[in-house]
């Protein structure tokens, strides 16, 4: 059965304070991992995808890694509107469907001025 | 711009009740799906959809129900709401070629009392 891990569950930064969060995972045959921002009461929002180990992507202030058993989203110098609770998902390449997204339970973000 | 709009976005219901929430696409996507989110868990899949007059169950399908007339709407059916299912519900859709890359609509949240 496919999991995915994040932690911290949490994390509080102050303005400028660089960190990363993490996301571990198990799947029979990675097929893409995904990172998704969710602010309250709203649906979450799509990052990145990334494919293989050793890819990253950036936007803005954002940096994901993937290596073969986990991916990482560094935040670099954030901002009080990154605050959100970001949401890590994996799609398996094994298996008669091409659908199913397994999602972590996320890290809620709040980043202090 | 195109959208996925839910309806409605607030629902309270009394247990044994047939409720029906509402998802309108305008991205012209193939694929839909229906997710459940609650606290402790990960996003859950429903049921989801590759084509008009395709459905198919996710990992807790059990009192639900879909159905897909057209392109741009996928209903979800609660057949006798339960307890267990308040939860805030997502609607998402999708492209053929990128699956995991999912645009999410912004929830009804469902009281079942």
């Known amino acids: 059965e496919d999991q995915v891990t994040q932690s911290p569950e949490a994390l509080r930064l102050q303005e400028g304070e660089s960190s990363s969060l993490n996301c571990s995972y198990t799947v029979s045959g990675l097929r893409g991992l995904f990172w998704y921002r969710q602010d309250p009461g709203k649906g979450p929002e799509f990052l990145f995808t990334?494919?293989?180990a050793g890819e990253e992507k950036e936007k803005e202030r954002l940096k994901a890694t993937l290596t073969k058993k986990e991916s990482f989203l560094h935040i670099t110098a954030p901002k009080p509107e990154d605050s959100a609770t970001y949401l890590c998902?994996?799609?398996?390449?094994?298996?008669?469907?091409?659908?199913?997204?397994?999602f972590g339970k996320g890290t809620l973000l709040t980043v202090n001025p | 711009d195109a959208e996925i709009t839910q309806s409605p976005r607030h629902k309270i219901t009394e247990t044994g009740r047939q409720v029906t929430l509402a998802c309108h696409q305008t991205?012209?996507?193939?694929?839909m799906f229906w997710y459940r989110q609650d606290l402790g868990h990960g996003l859950r899949l429903i049921h989801y959809s590759y084509g008009v007059q395709d459905t198919n169950k996710g990992e807790v399908s059990d009192g639900y129900s879909v159905s897909r007339s057209n392109t741009e709407d996928l209903p979800l059916t609660l057949e006798s709401a339960a307890s267990s299912q308040t939860s805030v519900y997502f609607c998402a859709s999708s492209e053929q070629v990128s699956v995991g890359k999912l645009f999410f609509g912004s929830g009804t949240q469902l009281s079942v009392l």
């Open positions: 990334l494919y293989s």
């Open positions: 991205w012209n996507h193939n694929n």
């Open positions: 998902a994996v799609q398996a390449s094994s298996g008669g469907s091409n659908y199913k997204l397994t």
